[in-house]
């Protein structure tokens, strides 16, 4: 899969990767999930 973002002034972003089998790709959302979760409880914890 590819992804190319073209801006205005003349440069361009491109990201290739590979398809990857559902399973890893889960794994990685549910892991982002938990450390955003994580993050948010922190921050309201340690907030006074």
Same mark, same amino acid.
């Given at each position: 899969?590819?992804?190319r ?33 994580m993050? +948010? +409880? ?7």
């Amino acid at each position: 899969m590819k992804l190319r973002i073209n801006f205005h002034t003349g440069t361009t972003f491109l990201l290739e990767w590979e398809e990857m089998d559902s399973g890893k790709f889960y794994a990685l959302v549910g892991l982002l999930a938990v450390v955003l979760l994580m993050g +948010f +409880f922190l921050k309201l914890i340690a907030t006074p």
